[in-house]
């Protein structure tokens, strides 16, 4: 039984997974012809699945309410016919610990608490405390890798998490700060917050409910 997904779920999904993003960026998430992609999503606008639009100087697709609900439909039809429900959930319940622990690192990458100011910024000039966090990164890292590769054993389109994870942490440990919680790069907090989207939406649970 193939374990790749339809052209059309992972259209939606990567809108789902990306938030707000422009045809290209939707068409790299899954290595998509970028054509097939923009046809794609106009098939997508077309039956209120998504839609276009533009503000402050840049553009891109979301997804509708009926959109997601399709998404949502897509996926527990594909789960359901790799008979991977079980597995998923599992990996998830082991995900939720590290997920706490990813949070608290980035906190104390944005945070360096002083006497005076428990929510001060932290500017990065102490050397120790950001290596002590670059370690618990490290160490989550090292987590994710057996999890991601369960995952990828149930669906092709959940794999790579670990390796983007690891690339980011890498570039962080190289004086690139941004790569642990930046937003605008393919950051270590960016890859978890899309991999936690990518658990809820296959599992079909509330972000913050348990399995």
Same mark, same amino acid.
């Given at each position: 039984m193939t374990r790749d997904s339809a052209p059309g779920l992972?259209?939606?999904?990567?809108?789902?997974?990306l938030g707000f993003?422009?045809?290209p960026m939707i068409a790299q998430r899954y290595g998509l012809d970028a054509a097939q992609a923009e046809e794609l999503l106009l098939d997508?606008?077309?039956r209120g699945w998504a839609g276009h639009t533009a503000f402050a100087?840049?553009?891109?697709?979301? *997804? &509708?309410?009926?959109?997601?609900a399709e998404n949502e439909r897509l996926l527990a039809a594909e789960l359901a016919r790799v008979g991977g429900a079980e597995e998923v959930r599992n990996v998830y319940r082991e995900f939720l610990p590290l997920n706490a622990?990813?949070?608290r690192a980035c906190t104390d990458w944005q945070l360096r608490p002083t006497a005076g100011d428990r929510l001060a910024v932290n500017d990065h000039r102490d050397p120790a405390w950001d290596a002590r966090v670059l370690r618990e990164l490290d160490g989550i890292s090292r987590a994710l890798t057996p999890l991601a590769d369960r995952l990828a054993s149930? *669906? &092709?389109?959940?794999?790579?998490?670990?390796?983007?994870?690891t690339a980011a942490l890498a570039r962080a440990r190289a004086g690139e700060s941004a790569w642990v919680d930046h937003t605008d790069v393919d950051s270590c907090h960016r890859v978890?917050?899309?991999l936690h989207e990518d658990l809820i939406a296959t599992l079909g649970i509330d972000r913050h409910a348990h399995p």
């Amino acid at each position: 039984m193939t374990r790749d997904s339809a052209p059309g779920l992972l259209i939606l999904h990567a809108v789902r997974i990306l938030g707000f993003a422009d045809t290209p960026m939707i068409a790299q998430r899954y290595g998509l012809d970028a054509a097939q992609a923009e046809e794609l999503l106009l098939d997508a606008e077309a039956r209120g699945w998504a839609g276009h639009t533009a503000f402050a100087g840049s553009a891109g697709w979301s *997804l &509708t309410e009926a959109g997601r609900a399709e998404n949502e439909r897509l996926l527990a039809a594909e789960l359901a016919r790799v008979g991977g429900a079980e597995e998923v959930r599992n990996v998830y319940r082991e995900f939720l610990p590290l997920n706490a622990l990813l949070l608290r690192a980035c906190t104390d990458w944005q945070l360096r608490p002083t006497a005076g100011d428990r929510l001060a910024v932290n500017d990065h000039r102490d050397p120790a405390w950001d290596a002590r966090v670059l370690r618990e990164l490290d160490g989550i890292s090292r987590a994710l890798t057996p999890l991601a590769d369960r995952l990828a054993s149930v *669906l &092709t389109r959940l794999r790579g998490y670990d390796t983007r994870f690891t690339a980011a942490l890498a570039r962080a440990r190289a004086g690139e700060s941004a790569w642990v919680d930046h937003t605008d790069v393919d950051s270590c907090h960016r890859v978890w917050f899309q991999l936690h989207e990518d658990l809820i939406a296959t599992l079909g649970i509330d972000r913050h409910a348990h399995p």
